[in-house]
């Protein structure tokens, strides 16, 4: 069974950092892309960016809204996702959700999600 | 990119049909045939229901179809059932190894 497991959400002040893991399981790991995807409180969806699997140069791509501050990388030998989120503004306040990325097409599983609060 | 357009609720009795549009532009819906669908319960997980554009996952209903006519998308749930009420969300490939989502629909159950 696919399993997505979101971890390192939290309460942190505008322009500080913040580090989310997504740990998977059920599922080689190494073979497939990841995407970050996060949902303001009552909000919609939001595609935050992603990473190819190392087949494919393990490079990644990013929304706009998050271009030069967040980070995705992943160690496959962990069969871990990080999301790395620097000089975070009050809007990057979400549930933040891993996602397995299927060819860069479709998100086909997802974690629970995790809640990054960024205030003051 | 802007968000796809997404009615901001439908709804329909038990046993009737409703339908979801998702308007794009040719950057995005209109441009390739990679449009998915997503069912999210309220404090819960968004869930896969169709991909590029018509595809059904294993284990999702038939009563759950996908289509589109140039840059709309659209999802089509038959046979409605108490247990449909949602949040759908559509999403496209929008170029450049992008994604973009709708604003989402809220379906209401009668």
């Known amino acids: 069974e696919v399993q997505l497991v979101e971890s390192g959400g939290g309460l942190v002040q505008p322009g500080r950092s913040l580090r989310l893991s997504c740990t998977a399981s059920?599922?080689?790991?190494?073979?497939?892309?990841m995407s970050w995807v996060r949902q303001a409180p009552g909000k919609g969806l939001e595609w935050v960016g992603f990473?190819?699997?190392?087949?494919?140069?393990?490079?990644?791509e990013y929304a706009a809204s998050v271009k030069g501050r967040f980070t995705i990388s992943r160690d496959d030998s962990k069969s871990i996702a990080y999301l790395q989120m620097n000089s975070l503004k009050t809007e990057d306040t979400a549930v933040y959700y891993c996602t397995r990325d299927f060819s860069g097409s479709y998100f086909d599983y997802w974690g629970q999600g995790t809640l990054v609060t960024v205030s003051s | 990119q802007s968000a796809l357009t997404q009615p901001r609720s439908v709804s329909g009795s038990p046993g009737q049909s409703v339908t979801i549009s998702c308007t794009g532009t040719s950057s995005d819906v209109g441009g390739y045939n990679y449009v998915s669908w997503y069912q999210q319960h309220p404090g819960k997980a968004p869930k896969l229901m169709i991909y590029?554009?018509?595809k059904r996952p294993s284990g999702v209903p038939d009563r759950f179809s996908g289509s589109k006519s140039g840059n709309t998308a659209s999802l089509t749930i038959s046979g409605l059932q108490a247990e449909d009420e949602a949040d759908y969300y559509c999403?496209?490939?929008?170029?450049?190894?992008?994604?973009?989502f709708g604003g989402g629909t809220k379906l209401t159950v009668l």
């Open positions: 990473i190819r699997s190392k087949a494919y140069g393990g490079t990644t």
């Open positions: 059920g599922f080689t790991f190494g073979d497939y892309a």
């Open positions: 999403c496209s490939y929008a170029g450049s190894y992008t994604r973009v």
């Open positions: 590029d554009v018509s």
